[in-house]
């Protein structure tokens, strides 16, 4: 079928209002699914500049990965979902059948797509195909309020799990940028680990004062995270969320407690340059953190819904104007939240 569609043609150039090719499910696994929301991330900044080459990304291009909508048809192999059903949709496209998938670690799976990102259109359309019925989760929430939820509500809520082993009641953790991300990562924290003190760090003053709307108790200019750690907690922080990933914010490592960890999420930089000797002395632990599982999704859409978590967007329709004004605000980072696409 013909589906609308803003279509990357030229790397770093405007988007263009157009018809793509959409495939229809037939007698197999795949899924039709009508766009509501298709949220845009910073990632979608490096790939639109073509500064991120991945395999299976050419132009011509549709972006978007973070996906939520409307079941519009499926394929006869298709089991538990009909048309009608509201779904997001899990972005990375695994075999679902190798070592990693089998554990539910399809982050890892080298066989895997991710639409908008590799091989497969992403959701800047009406309409996605999305190959097989595994990768979509039920939700009974608004799918605009939800498309976020496909990649920087799962993405957090799986970085703030990994960091819980390393928090007690007296920790700090220091949010390093203030985004998208550290939206869902401040609420995630605040209800999994209340009694940690949160300490968010942002360059802009009103990313700071939002950082204090979501739950974090301090927020602070990069430059005073120092200060206030050795106010809070003298020995050092207990974890660094890193929403940002470059060489600025690794300069906060030598500020965590002996075995304090770095859960990297962003990838902003070309590197990341660990303190040899501080790392090696306080015996600190960088972890690395790709996206969640698909149980991770399901488990957070509950939690998301039993906690009252709120998805902080602003809506653009799905026009060429609209769309480049928001992706040149992400780029600039002018964006309080989420811009979510609503075809
Ligand atoms: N690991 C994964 O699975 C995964 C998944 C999704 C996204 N990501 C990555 O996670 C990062 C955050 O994504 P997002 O969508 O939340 O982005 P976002 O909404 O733009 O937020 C990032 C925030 O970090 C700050 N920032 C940006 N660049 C910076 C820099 N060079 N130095 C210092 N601060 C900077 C900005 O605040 P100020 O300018 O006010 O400081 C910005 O508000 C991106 O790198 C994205 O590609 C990773
Ligand atoms: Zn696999």
Same mark, same amino acid.
């Given at each position: 079928?013909?589906?609308?569609?803003?279509?990357?043609?030229? @790397?770093?150039?405007?988007?263009?209002?157009?018809?793509?090719?959409?495939?229809?499910?037939?007698?197999?696994?795949?899924?039709?699914?009508?766009?509501?929301?298709?949220?845009?991330?910073?990632?979608?900044?490096?790939?639109?500049?073509?500064?991120?080459?991945?395999?299976?990304?050419?132009?011509?291009?549709?972006?978007?990965?973070?996906?939520?909508?409307?079941?519009?048809?499926? *394929?006869?192999?298709?089991?538990?979902?009909?048309?009608?059903?509201?779904?997001?949709?899990?972005?990375?496209?695994?075999? /679902?059948?190798?070592?990693?998938?089998?554990?539910? +670690?399809?982050?890892?799976?080298?066989?895997?797509?991710?639409?908008?990102?590799?091989?497969?259109?992403?959701?800047?359309?009406?309409?996605?195909?999305?190959?097989?019925?595994?990768? #979509?989760? +039920?939700?009974?929430?608004?799918?605009?309020?939800?498309?976020?939820?496909?990649?920087? *509500?799962?993405?957090?809520?799986?970085?703030?799990?990994? !960091?819980?082993?390393? /928090?007690?009641?007296?920790?700090?953790?220091?949010?390093?940028?203030?985004?998208?991300?550290?939206?869902?990562?401040?609420?995630?924290?605040?209800?999994?680990?209340?009694?940690?003190?949160?300490?968010?760090?942002?360059?802009?003053?009103?990313?700071?004062?939002?950082?204090?709307? #979501? *739950?974090?108790?301090?927020?602070?200019?990069?430059?005073?995270?120092?200060?206030?750690?050795?106010?809070?907690?003298?020995?050092? !922080?207990?974890?660094?969320?890193? @929403?940002?990933?470059?060489?600025?914010?690794?300069?906060?490592?030598? #500020?965590?407690?002996?075995?304090?960890?770095?859960?990297?999420?962003?990838?902003?930089?070309?590197?990341?340059?660990?303190?040899?000797?501080?790392?090696?002395?306080?015996?600190?632990?960088?972890?690395?953190?790709?996206?969640?599982?698909?149980?991770?999704?399901?488990?957070?859409?509950? @939690?998301? +819904?039993?906690?009252?978590?709120?998805?902080?967007?602003?809506?653009?329709? #799905?026009?060429?104007?609209?769309?480049?004004?928001?992706?040149?605000?992400?780029?600039?980072?002018?964006?309080?939240?989420?811009?979510?696409?609503?075809?």
């Amino acid at each position: 079928m013909r589906s609308r569609a803003l279509i990357l043609r030229e @790397f770093g150039k405007p988007l263009r209002l157009g018809y793509i090719d959409v495939p229809e499910p037939g007698d197999d696994e795949a899924v039709l699914i009508r766009i509501v929301g298709a949220g845009m991330c910073k990632t979608d900044i490096r790939l639109w500049k073509g500064e991120e080459p991945r395999e299976g990304f050419r132009t011509p291009f549709v972006l978007g990965h973070e996906n939520a909508g409307v079941v519009e048809a499926v *394929g006869k192999r298709v089991k538990g979902l009909n048309p009608g059903d509201k779904v997001l949709v899990y972005a990375i496209w695994a075999d /679902l059948n190798c070592k990693y998938c089998r554990i539910d +670690k399809c982050m890892q799976c080298r066989g895997h797509a991710i639409p908008g990102q590799s091989y497969y259109y992403g959701g800047y359309a009406e309409y996605l195909y999305v190959p097989n019925y595994r990768y #979509l989760v +039920k939700i009974d929430i608004d799918p605009v309020e939800a498309a976020p939820l496909a990649d920087a *509500g799962l993405t957090s809520y799986s970085a703030v799990k990994k !960091a819980l082993p390393y /928090l007690r009641p007296d920790s700090s953790v220091i949010v390093y940028g203030v985004g998208g991300l550290a939206s869902y990562a401040i609420q995630f924290l605040r209800h999994l680990a209340p009694y940690v003190k949160i300490i968010a760090v942002s360059r802009s003053d009103n990313k700071l004062k939002w950082a204090v709307e #979501l *739950g974090a108790h301090y927020a602070v200019h990069p430059s005073e995270v120092n200060k206030i750690i050795k106010d809070l907690s003298p020995d050092g !922080a207990s974890v660094m969320l890193d @929403f940002v990933g470059n060489e600025e914010s690794a300069k906060m490592i030598p #500020l965590l407690e002996p075995s304090g960890a770095v859960v990297l999420v962003g990838m902003e930089g070309k590197s990341y340059p660990i303190p040899v000797f501080e790392t090696t002395v306080w015996q600190y632990v960088v972890i690395g953190s790709n996206y969640g599982s698909i149980s991770e999704m399901e488990e957070m859409v509950k @939690f998301v +819904k039993e906690h009252g978590i709120k998805s902080y967007i602003e809506k653009v329709s #799905l026009d060429e104007n609209a769309v480049n004004n928001a992706l040149n605000k992400l780029a600039e980072g002018k964006v309080l939240g989420r811009f979510v696409i609503t075809p």
